[in-house]
C-alpha cells in the first residue's frame, strides 16, 4: 500500500522543486531581459540589433567576420577570447566563495593587481625556462592573494571591519603603491605602463602553425576550468566547505554548533584571495604583459556579474562567465562595425548584473513567503 505523504512532507518538496526550477530559470530570464533591453538600445540608436548582437560573437571567434588580417582568423580569435575568459572566471569564483561564506569581496581587482606585479617584476623579467617561470607565476598569484584576501578576513574578525570597506581600501593603496613602482621603476618610456613581460613568463603556448599563423593558447583556461570543479568539491564534499556554507547561511548557528568562525572566516577569505590572485597573473601574464600604473582592472567588478548570474555555484559560473566575456571581448569589434561605442559592453553587464540581482531578491522572497 503506497504511503500517504504529510501536508509538511507535500509542502517541503513543492518549495525545493521551485527553489531547484528557479536557479535556471531566473539566470535564464536575466539574459532575455538583458538582450531584450540591448536589442532596444541598438534599435533606439539607429542601428540593425540583430546585427549588432551579432558582432559581439564575430569578435569574440564564436562567429564568422567577413574578412581576416593575414596572420588572424576565426581561431586566433576564439584563442584571444579564451585568455581573458580564464581571469574572468577565476575572478568570479574568488567572490563566490567570499560570498557562500558570508563575505563580499569586492576587491577582486585590489587583488589581480597586486598579484600581477609582484610576479612582473619577480618572475617576467628573469631568464628562467619557461616552465619554472609558470610554475613561479601561479605560486606568486596564488600567495599574494591570498595573502591579502586573509588580511582582509582578519580585519573583518578581529576589529569588526566590514570586508566591503576594507577591500575598497587595499584596492586604492595597492593601486598607488604599484603606480608608484611602475612610473619611477619598471616604466617602459614609450607606452607610459610597465616593461614588457619577457616570453618566458607568459602563461601562454606558443604553437606556429604551417600557415604562417602563430596560435597563442592560453594556459589560464585549463586552470580556471579545473579551479571551478574543485571549488565545486570543496564546497559541496567536504568539511572545510560545509563549514563555509554554514557560516554564510547562519553565522551565529555556525558558531554555536562549534565552528570556529575565525578560522573559517580567514580560510574563506584566503581561498577568495587566492582565487583572484590567480586571476591577476593570468590577466596581466597572459592576456596582456604590461600593467597600465594606477588602473584597477574593471574585471575583478565584472566578476561579480559572472558570480550572481551563475547563482553563486562554481561550474555554472564557467557558462556566466563565457557569456559576460562574449561582450566585453567582443565589443570593440561591435564598435567598428556599428558605430556604436564599445562602451555599450559595459552597459550589458550592468543590466545583467541588475537583473541577477533581482532574480536573487525574487528566488529570496518566493522561498521565505512559502
Known amino acids: 500500500m503506497k504511503a500517504i505523504k504529510s501536508p509538511k512532507r507535500l509542502k517541503a518538496e513543492t518549495v525545493l522543486s521551485r527553489v531547484r526550477s528557479s536557479r535556471l530559470l531566473i539566470p535564464l530570464g536575466s539574459i532575455v531581459l538583458t538582450f531584450a533591453v540591448l536589442a532596444l538600445v541598438f534599435v533606439l540608436v539607429g542601428r540593425n540589433p540583430f546585427t549588432a548582437i551579432y558582432s559581439f560573437f564575430q569578435g569574440s571567434g564564436l562567429g564568422l567576420k567577413p574578412s581576416y588580417a593575414s596572420s588572424s582568423s576565426m581561431l586566433t580569435d576564439f584563442l584571444s577570447y579564451l585568455g581573458i575568459l580564464a581571469p574572468m572566471l577565476l575572478g568570479s569564483l574568488g567572490v563566490v566563495v567570499g560570498l557562500r561564506g558570508g563575505l563580499f569581496n569586492i ?21 628562467l625556462p619557461p616552465t619554472v617561470s609558470i610554475c613561479l607565476v601561479l605560486i606568486i598569484g596564488l600567495l599574494s592573494g591570498a595573502m591579502l584576501g586573509g588580511i582582509i578576513g582578519w580585519l573583518k574578525y578581529r576589529f569588526n571591519v566590514h570586508e566591503v570597506v576594507s577591500s575598497i581600501m587595499f584596492n586604492y593603496i595597492v593601486s598607488f603603491l604599484t603606480g608608484y613602482f611602475i612610473k619611477t621603476k619598471y616604466v617602459d618610456p614609450i607606452i607610459r605602463s610597465s616593461k614588457q613581460v619577457a616570453l618566458n613568463a607568459r602563461l601562454n603556448i606558443v604553437i606556429n602553425t604551417a600557415a604562417n599563423r602563430r596560435l597563442i593558447i592560453p594556459v589560464g583556461i585549463f586552470i580556471a576550468v579545473a579551479m571551478a570543479f574543485l571549488i565545486r568539491f570543496y564546497l559541496e564534499r567536504t568539511v572545510g566547505g560545509f563549514e563555509v556554507k554554514m557560516m554564510g547561511f547562519n553565522r551565529e548557528g555556525a558558531a554555536y554548533s ?46 561579480i556579474a559572472v558570480a550572481l548570474l551563475g547563482n553563486l555555484g562554481p561550474v555554472s559560473c564557467i557558462l556566466s562567465s563565457a557569456l559576460i566575456t562574449i561582450f566585453q ?12 561605442v564599445r562602451e555599450i559592453a559595459s552597459l550589458v553587464t550592468g543590466i545583467l548584473l541588475l537583473f541577477s540581482s533581482l532574480g536573487v531578491s525574487v528566488r529570496e522572497r518566493t522561498r521565505h513567503s512559502e
Open 329 to 340: 571581448k567582443g565589443a570593440v569589434y561591435m564598435s567598428s562595425t556599428t558605430g556604436v
Open 258 to 303: 562549534g565552528v570556529s568562525i575565525r578560522k573559517v572566516m580567514i580560510r574563506t577569505m584566503l581561498i577568495s584571495g587566492a582565487l583572484a590572485g590567480l586571476a591577476g597573473v593570468t590577466y596581466y601574464l597572459g592576456y596582456y604583459s604590461t600593467i597600465v600604473p594606477k588602473a584597477l582592472p574593471s574585471l575583478g567588478y565584472d566578476a
Open 107 to 127: 576587491g577582486v581587482s585590489g587583488q589581480m593587481l597586486l598579484s600581477g606585479f609582484l610576479a612582473t617584476i619577480l618572475v617576467g623579467y628573469s631568464n
